[in-house]
């Protein structure tokens, strides 16, 4: 069929974030679900217990207790075979941070949809990116999306990923930007969905008629040396699940016609000072470039939209073309810098040519980021040699200041 | 037909197939270990086992049923887990046996237990309850009993509080069947075993499991204080139905609970005084538990 | 991904793929943390260590619980081939050893040997499978045990051929224990079995006068087994003794049991506090004598006859005087009159290790009798092996090797009171049966069998008596075995069975390594795993199981 008429089976819904990522996980025919509520997350779980309720989506709800037995029960449920799916914000993602290491350690392929807001004191649901990015080590792969059509079509996408590496996969994306406004949406045919996404085959789970062990250690005999090789595997799977993504991609837009990359770059051929941002930063940025593209100033977007696996090599290439590179982080890795920008230094250092790198952070706390906030980091690159320091605090004056 | 041996004493049947093999590496005289051992026996050939952080690391090395390791936490979610994935795929038979010692169970595990209690998971969970953090080194739990030394209750301060309820905190949720055993009472464990086997919903076991090396006493005398912490009614054989159908297993020869307690190490700094208020608590408690039952049997 | 052979962790999931005996990689031989290892040690019963006869009660008894009933008799009457007597009389060592006497109750085994033994003549001894033997053997005497002696050596397939002096065959069975203890049908019928197997007895023939131990070694019978009892009453050795009226013990008996109405007065008195005594003071009351009372220099502790005995004299309104000897019969007209007796205390033990009796002087006191019955001890009679050339010991017994119960003289053998003194029916039995053996052995060349020394012998703190239920002790008097069948198994079955593993799988049940095999019906060690916890030790209900240091098996 052709890719024009595939487009055409489905409809288009107004929906929120989170009411994408619902979709997104009962086209793919998530078999167990156990997830526990927080704002911003729990529309996402309300509208998939609705889903099960009725019957539309043949799975089991789990009402668990807290984030932490949610991933714990899927990470379980992971081995017994089934496909699974979660979402969770802020605390949550930080309460499940044990969990994590042990399904991206473990191999589950569990996709979870991750609403970011802040981490606490205080206990507010404030905008911030902090809670995702702070678990980049726990070997779950992690895509930010921009759009909510990005959220439902990552998740069907991360499937396929997780399933074909055996990697756990994180579908990120904004608590209340995006998460609570709505937009229209292309849902899918459920027919097109499984002619991409077919059910999960698994050569090995738990099975009464193998004694396989799940999670255990292999004891005295092959220990450490063998446990190390493990480690190094799950590594080489990152490394295979770049390549994966990209194919899944491809294939993703063979069968419903809209393309996505690992990261994207919007009029970054020629651009003096490249604007590297995630998620709604970056749709904000769009525009923000195309104002001062029309001023003549040579600028260009990046919005990274793998984080994990980083793809280091690939950005760097398209990076170190530029004069000055602009990076906002919506979050703080206490003790060193923002966290994309940590990224972004470490890419940066194995590249040919290494333009200076400022590092913004702002839009933290619930602070608002604004276009206004975007179009001064980009000029305060221009306008200086070399950064002052790691970090650029973006509308976030120190304490002794007023405001 | 399944294979058994019988055992004589007691006249009942036992299947002979071993789904736990030795060469593990629980301390000898584990009753832990030979309680999962026959539990395997009724439960297998068709069980998942999950067992968190726990001495059960040491006796689930090489089993001959699948096994599933979790975080500490876990227990009672992990079961959960498995129990969903068998579900959705069709599979109503397989049993799922969660396998937990008493520190997963009474306290880091407790939130994610009682909320798999509250939903009636499907499962059968089994705390083997050596009132300790044995295997990290006999560190204190809330199931250590009130003046037990542990290397967190050191002299001249052992543990104050007394021993956690865990058989009423199950009840409280309304389980279909809870029950207590003890290895020295095989046809009481055995039976109960064939009941959880036969029932569905939420089942959970508290089993006695006197620890030699926690509890400081030679390890071919398991089995004997398993016998006496029943006989002293320290540890008491119940069943409960439901949460509210109590049912009490009497000693029919009691000993005394100084007796109980002298023949372990862990005690040996007890004064008489002390040992006066514990027998005087056995007795209290004792009351207590037979006011609750609506069933009282001799054993 | 593969390791050391097996495939552990899948490339895509944390998963070790390791089944069979790959999972035993995961494993260690954790027999080598052992500082103790659990044995095998099949120990014996207490009641078959208290038994002469050595009689293998507990693995009839399990026979017999098994409702094996035919098994469980032909176990019994191969170790005893006369238990339908001594069910009857024997003075019981075993019950009172029996640890389930410290529990409840001690076996009723003396009972059961009854019922099985009845029941063993009622099937009848098989002659089929016995082998046949050219050799002959002689055995003088058809007591207890010249019948024990000829059982067990036409069962090796020998000719034998008992010669008896007296007119029925059975000695002491026949002519001393009286018929109330002792029906003289069951006697008949027991012998009737052993004949049944080949032997053959001569009765009213006496050895010594026309025929010799010499002229039958001579005739060619390739052995002679002595087994003549002992018959001679001792002497009370007092003055008055020969007078008419006094009837020595055994002599009694004989003529009563041979039917003969013995004319006795109407105030007995028996001397004496065994057996004999009792019977004859019982069989005394049994021919109408109004008052009966016994003389018995010691306590009633000391009295060597059976308990139960005793106990019935008493019930029948026999007087038993303690403390009391005769020093002189009183004879008037030529009859007895009375006796002239003594009191006496107890002072320190003797060579009997009892205490022994010391008069009391001054306190001599005078009793009415018209009949006296002299029933102080017995010694063997052996004048008719006058010249033979066997040798006879400072005690009237005959000599012999303890193994093998052979003489001076290679080609004769000694059973029985004859050799031991006077003893009980069981211990007739059982030399009986060594004497079979010796002879059998010294026929074919062979090695004597000789008991294993320093055999551990089960005490009740050996059992772990947690895992039987209390049990009331059956009654099984005055019925025959088709009638108290399931009391019969039901008492049997309260036998602990101490000292041997009978799988009952308790060890195997609680072991926390599920190392605990089976081999030939018994357990078996997987020594490659055992830890050494000693649970299996500590809980057999039998004490079967016992803890050795390991250091011994390095």
């Given amino acids: 069929m052709a890719i024009e008429e595939k487009t055409q089976r489905g409809t288009y819904e107004l929906l929120s974030g989170a009411y994408s990522a619902a979709a997104g996980a009962m086209?793919?025919?998530?078999?167990?679900?156990?997830?526990?509520?927080?704002?911003?997350?729990?529309?996402?779980?309300?509208?998939?217990?609705?889903?099960?309720?009725?019957?539309?989506?043949?799975?089991?709800?789990?009402?668990?207790?807290?984030?932490?037995?949610?991933?714990?029960?899927?990470?379980?449920?992971?081995?017994?075979?089934?496909?699974?799916?979660?979402?969770?914000?802020?605390?949550?993602?930080?309460?499940?941070?044990?969990?994590?290491?042990?399904?991206?350690?473990?191999?589950?392929?569990?996709?979870?949809?991750?609403?970011?807001?802040?981490?606490?004191?205080?206990?507010?649901?404030?905008?911030?990116?902090?809670?995702?990015?702070?678990?980049?080590?726990?070997?779950?792969?992690?895509?930010?999306?921009?759009?909510?059509?990005?959220?439902?079509?990552?998740?069907?996408?991360?499937?396929?990923?997780?399933?074909?590496?055996?990697?756990?996969?994180?579908?990120?994306?904004?608590?209340?930007?995006?998460?609570?406004?709505?937009?229209?949406?292309?849902?899918?045919?459920?027919?097109?969905?499984?002619?991409?996404?077919?059910?999960?085959?698994?050569?090995?789970?738990?099975?009464?008629?193998?004694?396989?062990?799940?999670?255990?250690?292999?004891?005295?005999?092959?220990?450490?040396?063998?446990?190390?090789?493990?480690?190094?595997?799950?590594?080489?799977?990152?490394?295979?699940?770049?390549e994966v993504t990209k194919e899944v991609q491809e294939e993703f837009y063979q069968h419903?016609?809209?393309?996505?990359?690992?990261?994207?770059?919007?009029?970054?051929?020629?651009?003096?000072?490249?604007?590297?941002?995630?998620?709604?930063?970056?749709?904000?940025?769009?525009?923000?470039?195309?104002?001062?593209?029309?001023?003549?100033?040579?600028?260009?977007?990046?919005?990274?939209?793998?984080?994990?696996?980083?793809?280091?090599?690939?950005?760097?290439?398209?990076?170190?073309?530029?004069?000055?590179?602009?990076?906002?982080?919506?979050?703080?890795?206490?003790?060193?810098?923002?966290?994309?920008?940590?990224?972004?230094?470490?890419?940066?250092?194995?590249?040919?040519?290494?333009?200076?790198?400022?590092?913004?952070?702002?839009?933290?706390?619930?602070?608002?980021?604004?276009?206004?906030?975007?179009?001064?980091?980009?000029e305060y690159s221009y306008a200086h040699e070399e950064p002052e320091g790691e970090i650029i605090w973006l509308g976030i004056p120190a304490w002794e200041e007023q405001g | 037909m399944i294979k058994t041996k019988t055992l004589k004493q007691f006249g009942i049947e036992i299947p002979e197939a071993e789904y736990a093999p030795p060469g593990h590496t629980a301390c000898g005289g584990c009753p832990g270990a030979a309680m999962l051992r026959q539990m395997l026996k009724f439960l297998g050939p068709r069980v998942i086992m999950t067992n968190p952080a726990s001495c059960s690391g040491y006796f689930g090395r090489a089993l001959e049923v699948p096994l599933c390791r979790c975080l500490f936490e876990a227990a009672a979610a992990s079961g959960t887990g498995i129990r969903a994935a068998l579900d959705v795929m069709g599979d109503k038979e397989t049993h799922v046996l969660v396998f937990?010692?008493?520190?997963?169970?009474?306290?880091?595990?407790?939130?994610?237990?009682?909320?798999?209690?509250?939903?009636?998971?499907?499962?059968?969970?089994?705390?083997?309850?050596?009132?300790?953090?044995?295997?990290?080194?006999?560190?204190?739990?809330?199931?250590?009993?009130?003046?037990?030394?542990?290397?967190?209750?050191?002299?001249?301060?052992?543990?104050?509080?007394?021993?956690?309820?865990?058989?009423?905190?199950?009840?409280?949720?309304?389980?279909?069947?809870?029950?207590?055993?003890?290895?020295?009472?095989?046809?009481?464990?055995?039976?109960?075993?064939?009941?959880?086997?036969?029932?569905?919903?939420?089942?959970?076991?508290?089993?006695?499991?006197?620890?030699?090396?926690?509890?400081?006493?030679?390890?071919?005398?398991?089995?004997?204080?398993?016998?006496?912490a029943i006989q002293s009614r320290l540890f008491a054989l119940v069943e409960v139905e439901d949460g509210i159908h109590w049912k009490v297993k009497q000693p029919k020869e009691t000993i005394p609970v100084r007796d109980y307690i002298k023949a372990q190490g862990r005690f040996s700094h007890l004064k008489e005084a002390d040992i006066e208020a514990i027998e005087k608590d056995v007795d209290e408690e004792w009351k207590l538990l037979i006011a609750k039952a609506s069933v009282v049997e001799e054993i | 991904m593969k390791i050391k052979g097996f495939d552990v962790c899948d490339e895509t999931m944390h998963v070790q793929v390791v089944e069979g005996e790959a999972l035993s990689i995961l494993t260690s031989k954790t027999g080598t943390w052992r500082s103790v290892r659990p044995l095998l040690a099949e120990s014996v019963a207490p009641c078959s260590h208290a038994c002469p006869g050595t009689i293998r009660i507990r693995e009839y008894l399990a026979l017999l619980g098994e409702e094996k009933i035919k098994e469980a008799a032909a176990l019994l009457v191969e170790d005893n081939p006369l238990a339908a007597i001594t069910g009857r009389v024997c003075p019981c060592f075993c019950e009172p050893d029996c640890n389930r006497g410290e529990f409840d109750q001690p076996i009723a085994i003396k009972s059961l040997e009854r019922l099985l033994g009845d029941y063993a003549i009622k099937q009848g001894f098989s002659r089929s499978d016995l082998p046949v033997r050219k050799e002959?053997?002689?055995?003088?005497?058809?007591?207890?045990?010249?019948?024990?002696?000829?059982?067990?050596?036409?069962?090796?397939?020998?000719?034998?051929?008992?010669?008896?002096?007296?007119?029925?065959?059975?000695?002491?069975?026949?002519?001393?224990?009286?018929?109330?203890?002792?029906?003289?049908?069951?006697?008949?019928?027991?012998?009737?079995?052993?004949?049944?197997?080949?032997?053959?007895?001569?009765?009213?023939?006496?050895?010594?006068?026309?025929?010799?131990?010499?002229?039958?070694?001579?005739?060619?019978?390739?052995?002679?087994?002595?087994?003549?009892?002992?018959?001679?009453?001792?002497?009370?050795?007092?003055?008055?003794?020969?007078?008419?009226?006094?009837i020595?013990?055994?002599?009694?008996?004989?003529?009563?049991?041979?039917?003969?109405?013995?004319?006795?007065?109407?105030?007995?008195?028996?001397?004496?506090?065994?057996?004999?005594?009792?019977?004859?003071?019982?069989?005394?009351?049994?021919?109408?004598?109004?008052?009966?009372?016994?003389?018995?220099?010691?306590?009633?502790?000391?009295?060597p006859a059976v308990a139960e005995e005793v106990e019935a004299a008493l019930n029948e309104g026999i007087e038993i005087q303690f403390l009391v000897a005769p020093t002189e019969i009183l004879v008037k007209d030529g009859r007895v009159n009375g006796i002239r007796c003594l009191r006496m205390e107890l002072g320190e033990p003797d060579d009997s290790g009892r205490r022994k009796p010391i008069p009391i002087a001054g306190s001599e006191f005078n009793v009415d009798a018209d009949t006296i019955i002299a029933a102080i001890g017995q010694a063997p009679d052996l004048a008719f092996l006058d010249g033979s050339g066997v040798e006879i010991a400072r005690d009237g017994t005959i000599s012999a090797s303890p193994d093998?119960?052979?003489?001076?003289?290679?080609?004769?053998?000694?059973?029985?009171?004859?050799?031991?003194?006077?003893?009980?029916?069981?211990?007739?039995?059982?030399?009986?049966?060594?004497?079979?053996?010796?002879?059998?052995?010294?026929?074919?060349?062979?090695?004597?069998?000789?008991?294993?020394?320093?055999?551990?012998?089960?005490?009740?703190?050996?059992?772990?008596?947690?895992?039987?239920?209390?049990?009331?002790?059956?009654?099984?008097?005055?019925?025959?075995?088709?009638?108290?069948?399931?009391?019969?198994?039901?008492?049997?079955?309260r036998c602990f069975y101490c000292g041997s593993c009978n799988e009952c799988n308790t060890c195997w049940f609680l072991c926390p390594d599920g190392v605990i095999l089976s081999k030939?019906?018994?357990?078996?060690?997987?020594y490659d795993y055992c830890k050494g916890c000693g649970i299996c030790a500590e809980e057999c209900p039998r004490g079967a199981v016992i803890l050795e240091e390991e250091s011994k098996w390095q």
């Fill in chain 1, 27 to 242: 086209l793919s025919r998530a078999q167990v679900v156990a997830a526990y509520p927080i704002t911003p997350q729990s529309t996402v779980v309300e509208k998939l217990s609705e889903y099960i309720a009725k019957g539309e989506l043949a799975a089991k709800f789990i009402p668990v207790e807290s984030e932490h037995s949610a991933m714990s029960v899927l990470a379980s449920a992971s081995a017994g075979g089934a496909r699974t799916f979660t979402a969770t914000a802020r605390q949550g993602l930080a309460l499940m941070h044990e969990v994590l290491h042990w399904a991206g350690r473990g191999r589950c392929p569990i996709v979870m949809a991750v609403v970011t807001a802040s981490l606490g004191p205080p206990p507010d649901i404030a905008m911030e990116q902090d809670d995702a990015p702070g678990q980049r080590d726990t070997g779950w792969l992690q895509f930010y999306c921009q759009t909510n059509q990005e959220i439902l079509d990552t998740i069907i996408q991360a499937y396929r990923i997780a399933e074909t590496v055996s990697l756990p996969v994180m579908v990120v994306f904004d608590g209340f930007i995006m998460s609570h406004t709505y937009e229209p949406v292309f849902v899918p045919e459920q027919e097109v969905v499984d002619g991409f996404l077919p059910p999960r085959q698994t050569k090995f789970k738990l099975d009464p008629d193998h004694p396989w062990r799940f999670f255990a250690s292999p004891g005295a005999v092959a220990g450490a040396p063998y446990m190390s090789k493990l480690r190094r595997r799950v590594q080489d799977a990152h490394e295979i699940a770049k």
């Fill in chain 1, 256 to 378: 419903f016609g809209r393309r996505y990359e690992i990261f994207e770059c919007y009029r970054t051929e020629d651009a003096e000072v490249i604007l590297v941002a995630m998620t709604s930063v970056a749709s904000m940025a769009h525009d923000v470039i195309d104002e001062m593209r029309e001023e003549g100033k040579k600028v260009g977007l990046l919005r990274v939209r793998m984080f994990r696996p980083f793809p280091a090599q690939e950005i760097a290439a398209v990076l170190q073309n530029a004069s000055k590179i602009a990076v906002i982080d919506r979050n703080v890795s206490y003790g060193r810098s923002g966290i994309l920008a940590l990224e972004l230094r470490a890419a940066m250092y194995a590249a040919a040519k290494k333009p200076p790198i400022f590092g913004f952070i702002g839009g933290v706390a619930g602070l608002s980021l604004k276009m206004e906030n975007i179009r001064y980091a980009i």
């Fill in chain 2, 100 to 228: 937990a010692g008493d520190g997963g169970t009474y306290d880091i595990g407790i939130q994610a237990l009682s909320a798999a209690a509250e939903r009636n998971e499907n499962l059968i969970y089994a705390c083997y309850d050596n009132e300790g953090y044995m295997m990290t080194g006999m560190q204190r739990s809330s199931a250590t009993p009130a003046g037990a030394w542990s290397t967190t209750t050191p002299l001249p301060q052992p543990k104050r509080e007394r021993k956690k309820d865990i058989v009423a905190i199950m009840a409280a949720h309304r389980i279909p069947y809870i029950a207590t055993a003890s290895i020295a009472y095989p046809n009481d464990f055995v039976s109960k075993v064939l009941k959880a086997r036969e029932t569905e919903g939420m089942r959970f076991f508290n089993l006695l499991a006197p620890c030699p090396t926690g509890w400081r006493f030679e390890s071919r005398l398991s089995v004997k204080l398993a016998r006496m």
């Fill in chain 3, 136 to 246: 002959r053997v002689a055995i003088i005497g058809s007591g207890p045990a010249g019948l024990s002696a000829a059982y067990y050596l036409a069962r090796y397939g020998y000719q034998v051929t008992i010669f008896e002096a007296l007119p029925t065959a059975g000695g002491m069975l026949y002519w001393g224990v009286p018929e109330y203890r002792l029906p003289n049908k069951i006697v008949a019928e027991e012998i009737e079995a052993i004949k049944s197997l080949g032997v053959e007895i001569k009765t009213n023939v006496a050895v010594g006068q026309e025929l010799t131990l010499n002229a039958l070694l001579a005739e060619g019978y390739n052995a002679v087994l002595v087994a003549a009892g002992a018959w001679n009453d001792l002497k009370l050795n007092i003055l008055g003794e020969e007078t008419e009226g006094v």
């Fill in chain 3, 248 to 303: 020595p013990g055994l002599k009694f008996l004989k003529r009563a049991n041979s039917g003969e109405k013995v004319k006795v007065g109407d105030r007995v008195f028996v001397i004496g506090g065994g057996n004999t005594a009792i019977d004859s003071a019982r069989v005394a009351s049994r021919l109408g004598v109004k008052q009966v009372s016994i003389l018995y220099r010691r306590s009633r502790a000391e009295m």
């Fill in chain 3, 404 to 493: 093998t119960l052979v003489t001076n003289l290679p080609r004769v053998f000694v059973a029985g009171d004859a050799q031991t003194g006077p003893a009980t029916v069981i211990q007739a039995v059982a030399t009986g049966k060594k004497a079979a053996l010796g002879i059998h052995s010294w026929l074919t060349g062979s090695e004597a069998l000789v008991s294993p020394e320093g055999e551990r012998v089960i005490k009740y703190e050996d059992l772990n008596v947690n895992y039987f239920e209390h049990e009331p002790r059956q009654e099984l008097e005055g019925a025959e075995m088709e009638m108290l069948k399931s009391a019969a198994i039901a008492e049997a079955q």
């Fill in chain 3, 520 to 526: 030939d019906g018994k357990v078996d060690f997987d």
